[in-house]
């Protein structure tokens, strides 16, 4: 499959915008904004993060994502091991925030595929965290050529440290939503996503998106930490804002972090169906020239690997892994 120009923009702005949605919660988590106060990528929050450095979201989306970069299958095999690892060497690194479920696997697991989904099943307790949903946009786009593959993917991913049956359904929906908006251009993948859900899933996730759709007010899904309860409040934002033109994607992620609680996990998972609709474009560039994070990355690296991402996944044989290719060309000025 070969890539158009607006499918590598959108492409390219998977992981940067959910970077711009992670960054600019970061400062406000687990806080309400009032309606005085201007959104901005002021730093600070639980760690002691900078002004446009994202958090723990983008870093284990970028943990993934240079693993799909590559072009190894991410789903299975070698792939899902090197996700393993990835996830261990970024926990090794010294994180300056990390959920708790996801703590409690990469602290005793070995940096393997089999420990981690082993140590996440014997997890006891309530598992529904929101930490596999935040890190799954990348899924989305390393299987453009293949929709059935993209949520088997996220599923397997998601287990790494998540198996509960709503966080692995939230993953399969989001992931197969985001590569649907990078193929297509439209949020109609949410709706379309229910079919690849196991058993009785869709109807229940269909009243979930109707009831975010609808509601008027996010507080309904304040739970945000959980699962469920952080996918509404990213469609509910993508849903209130205005969505007639790329200024939808910054409006929607201001809706994200002013619904408040968990702001930068909610704008990132909005941030990722976002830049997949109207790509690296629509993010805007004084948030493109601050953004920055683990690994000692900034917007272009972001780019770099969404794209290398995409062109591995759909099989578009202009762009071979080591071919130079200027990634500026990309991030595109206001
Ligand atoms: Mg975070």
Redesign the pocket.
Known sequence: MRLTTAQNDRAAGVLLATAAG?AL??GY?FTYPTPETAIRMIGG??GPFAPGE?????SMALAIAEVSATGADIGAGDGLDAVAAGFARWYASGPK?I?NQTCAVLSTAQPTAASMTERARALPGRKGGNGSL?RTAPVGIAYLADGERCVAAARDISRLTHDDPEAVEACMLWSFAIRHAVLHGTFDGVDAGLETLPGDAARRWSTLLDDARTASDPRVFDNNGWVVHALQTAWWAVCHADATGPGHLPQALELAVRAGR?T??TA?IAGGLLGARWGASAVPAQWQRILHGWPGYRSQHLVRLALRTAWAGAGDDRHRPDAEIDYAQFLVEE
């Open positions: 992670d919660g970061a988590e929050g639980l994202w958090t723990d979201d983008t925030d959920g935040m968990d930068d996990t990132a």
